[in-house]
């Protein structure tokens, strides 16, 4: 597969009013889904924009759903556990990954899982089709538990609720308008969609979010958006925050070739 590098960084933007600490970098990771030909890719952009920009702290945050509706879920999980091997690096816990850790012991959670994505990632391990086809819902447990592998059971329970840095505040969908920080219900930062995405109130700092799809990078007072539906668009998104910097890093793929471009976000 052959990869590309534009670079497209336009003139630095006005100073938002939210910023990250001195000395400190971070870059967000949106929603994988199981597209680990952009991810693989986008992780090689990102620690490239951390050498040029001159190395020192930065901090990875991947704002949950690696897995499920894309073809390698399995590969995603696994390029997030060497990566997390090399450099700093958090996850956030996305309603995928409750679904997929629920669907082991649950079977009314399996029959959910299995029609939003889940049929893609079981089939992303070493399982035959046809035994998948024929399995019955405590079969396909017993599949689920025979594959996939301790190391992905654990990286995916460690996954965290929120992640907050300077003013920023990283979750996997948003939050509650109008309840306290440390009163957020792990339901709604990981499902919540138009009560948060319609709110026009000040949450006092700049919500990092993904879960809800956006053909850009949706950027409104309180909060930034960057889950551009990799599984299906072809086109995944992080974010850059140094100081009161922002920058967008994408990777997008067109029939065998993946392109990263890069720009400034006023």
């Keep these: 597969m052959l990869s590309r590098i534009r670079n497209l960084l336009g003139p630095a933007p006005s100073a938002p009013q939210s910023a990250v600490p001195d000395g400190q970098r971070v870059y967000a990771v ?36 690696l897995v499920d509706r894309g073809p390698d879920s399995a590969r995603v999980l696994r390029l997030a ?71 992905d059971l654990a990286f995916m329970q460690a996954m965290e609720e929120m992640i907050r840095v300077g003013n920023y505040l990283f979750v996997h969908a948003g939050i509650r308008p109008g309840v306290p920080l440390e009163q957020q219900r792990a339901g709604d930062l990981r ?12 949450l006092g700092l700049t919500v990092v979010y993904g879960h809800t799809i956006y053909d850009q990078v949706e950027l409104a007072p309180s909060r930034i958006g960057i889950d551009t539906g990799a599984y299906a668009s072809g086109q995944l998104t992080a974010l850059g925050l140094e100081g009161t910097e922002r920058w967008v890093i994408q990777t997008s793929i067109d029939g065998d070739t993946i392109t990263v471009s890069q720009r400034s976000l006023s």
Excluded: C
């Design 30 to 65: 949106g929603d994988i889904h199981g597209r680990a030909d952009l991810f693989a890719v986008l992780i090689e952009a990102i620690e490239a924009d951390h050498r040029l920009r001159g190395g020192g702290e930065s901090l990875v945050v991947l704002l949950g759903d």
């Design 81 to 151: 556990r060497e990566w997390q091997a090399a450099r700093p690096l958090r996850a956030l816990m996305g309603n995928h990954e409750e679904m997929f850790l629920d669907a082991f012991t649950k079977e009314d959670v399996l029959r959910h899982f299995l029609r939003h994505g889940g049929r893609e990632t079981i089939l992303s391990y070493p399982v035959d089709p046809k035994v998948y086809g024929e399995a019955t819902l405590p079969e396909t447990q017993a599949i689920m538990r025979a594959v996939v592998p301790a190391e």
């Design 191 to 202: 499902w919540i969609r138009e009560t948060f995405t319609t709110s026009t109130e000040d």
